[in-house]
């Protein structure tokens, strides 16, 4: 039941979200279902932390852990007898009104199937989990949770902890063969633990997949270790990151298996090892699409292959991306005094960035003969280039070279002198006329302006 439009207009924020006056309107009905879900016809089933006879208070000050833990057994069934997969009519939505809801131990949270859990706001609703007790208990602890919605509070855990941990010990009862399916996080805010999201904390082969994280916050307190979103299933594939903001951790999102798929719309400030490390032997790929980073290191992959498109970074120093045997494409991004390093087999394709110091190519990470970079067309420090290809010198693997270069109006120009060049390399005229050569080919290997040997290309036509 809802109120009419005037008193929707008058209970609901500027976004459209429901204020404190429009659930007390709802109890006043009678309709706010508290109580322990006794259900009955025009029950909203929404489970209050605060009802009786749950009695959460959430003055920042009272161990409410016991108190949560009735209301969250009363929404989806004891950790003995989950309503599951088996009954997910039986689920009630768990809401977490304003407050400060201190706990001591983890809100265990067991085979959730199509759930909602929600608070009145990440600025408004705080689960506070206690320092210096039981370090390693997670605030939130998932085993088994598919189609479920956590939305609109703020997480603390602490440090050698997760604030959500999605796991699955693969009894039945959350899906059909997963552990973390389909669910989705939006609103949130994340900090004060190892980890903010931790997907498959058992490792090996579990799956945890398809989660989307939607305008989250993860911010770090400068510890190492620390991690935004983490995950560790061979089968942790398609989780999507769009919007939000990750600071001051050692590692914004962190796959030491699986992937997170896609990262749309991020900013990314003051990491201390990378914005997005996903090194690891997962055959999968990501694409990093719209985001902004603050941090000296952005991308960190291996064996993972890498999409880039529109991207800047703006620390001035660092590198913006790292690739270990692995391949990526990048496509209108720009880097502001930061590096690439190839290493390995490496494969970089490049087009339409822009970098603004000389020495954007990293070569002492030691590409290997058969690793490349290519850019159809790159500005390097207001120069602009086309058709630039830097492969590894064949003679000790790690100094590039030029495999096709800028056009230049003369064999002695400064860009090409000084420049290692193979037999059958091109360099190109940057004004040709009819009649005249369009470039130059190599013939004899060696650096322009010294050992190596151009021969004019054949005039074009008149």
């Given at each position: 039941m809802l109120p009419p439009p005037d008193v929707t207009a008058a209970y609901t924020t500027s976004d459209g979200k429901p204020t404190k006056d429009f659930y007390n309107w709802i109890k006043s009905l009678?309709?706010?279902?508290?109580?322990?879900?006794?259900?009955?016809?025009?029950?909203?089933?929404?489970?209050?932390?605060?009802?009786?006879?749950?009695?959460?208070?959430?003055?920042?000050?009272?161990?409410?852990?016991?108190?949560i833990q009735s209301a969250i057994d009363a929404a989806f069934g004891p950790a003995s007898a989950p309503?599951?997969?088996?009954?997910?009519?039986?689920?009630?939505?768990?809401?977490?009104?304003?407050?400060?809801?201190?706990?001591?131990?983890?809100?265990?949270?067991?085979?959730?199937?199509?759930?909602?859990i929600f608070g009145a706001g990440r600025m408004a609703t705080k689960i506070q989990h206690q320092l210096g007790v039981l370090a390693f208990a997670p605030s939130f602890s998932f085993n088994g949770c598919a189609y479920t919605t956590i939305s609109d509070m703020h997480i603390t855990a602490p440090f050698e902890s997760a604030a959500i941990d999605l796991d699955w010990d693969g009894t039945a009862g959350s899906s059909n063969q997963s552990n973390t399916l389909y669910n989705l996080?939006?609103?949130?805010?994340?900090?004060?633990?190892?980890?903010?999201?931790?997907?498959?904390?058992?490792?090996?082969?579990?799956?945890?997949?398809e989660n989307l994280i939607l305008n989250c916050?993860?911010?770090?307190?400068?510890?190492?270790?620390?991690?935004?979103?983490?995950?560790?299933?061979?089968?942790?594939?398609?989780?999507?990151?769009?919007?939000?903001?990750?600071?001051?951790?050692?590692?914004?999102?962190?796959c030491a298996r699986g992937v997170v798929s896609a990262v749309y719309g991020a900013g990314f400030q003051e990491q201390h090892s990378f914005d997005i490390d996903v090194s690891n032997d997962t055959a999968n790929t990501i694409v990093i699409s719209g985001c902004r980073t603050e941090s000296t290191n952005f991308i960190n992959s291996g064996l993972i292959g890498v999409t880039i498109n529109s991207c800047q970074s703006t620390s001035g120093s660092g590198v913006f991306l790292t690739l270990v045997n692995s391949r990526a494409q990048m496509s209108g991004c720009y880097m502001s005094g930061?590096?690439?390093?190839?290493?390995?087999?490496?494969?970089?394709?490049?087009?339409s960035c822009t970098v603004d110091v000389d020495n954007w190519y990293d070569a002492s990470a030691g590409l290997g003969s058969n690793g490349y970079v290519r850019a159809t067309t790159l500005e390097v420090n207001g120069k602009h280039y086309r058709a630039i290809e830097l492969v590894s010198n064949p003679a000790d693997n790690t100094t590039p070279f030029v495999r096709q270069t800028t056009s230049c109006t003369a064999l002695a120009d400064a860009n090409i002198n000084g420049k290692t060049f193979a037999v059958g390399d091109t360099i190109w005229q940057n004004a040709p006329a009819a009649g005249g050569s369009p470039g130059w080919i190599c013939t004899t290997a060696g650096v322009a302006g010294s050992t190596a040997v151009f021969k004019a290309m054949a005039n074009l036509a008149p």
């Open positions: 009678g309709t706010l279902q508290g109580g322990g879900g006794g259900g009955g016809s025009g029950s909203l089933d929404w489970i209050n932390v605060k009802d009786p006879p749950y009695n959460a208070v959430g003055d920042g000050a009272t161990d409410d852990t016991a108190a309503n599951g997969t088996a009954h997910p009519e039986l689920t009630k939505q768990l809401y977490f009104p304003a407050g400060v809801f201190l706990i001591s131990n983890s809100l265990i949270f067991t085979k959730i199937f199509g759930g909602r996080f939006h609103d949130c805010q994340v900090d004060g633990g190892s980890y903010g999201v931790r997907i498959a904390k058992s490792g090996g082969s579990a799956m945890g997949s916050f993860f911010i770090g307190n400068g510890d190492a270790n620390q991690c935004g979103i983490y995950t560790n299933g061979q089968n942790a594939l398609q989780n999507t990151v769009v919007g939000g903001n990750f600071q001051n951790l050692d590692t914004g999102i962190f930061t590096q690439i390093q190839l290493s390995g087999r490496s494969k970089l394709v490049m087009d």
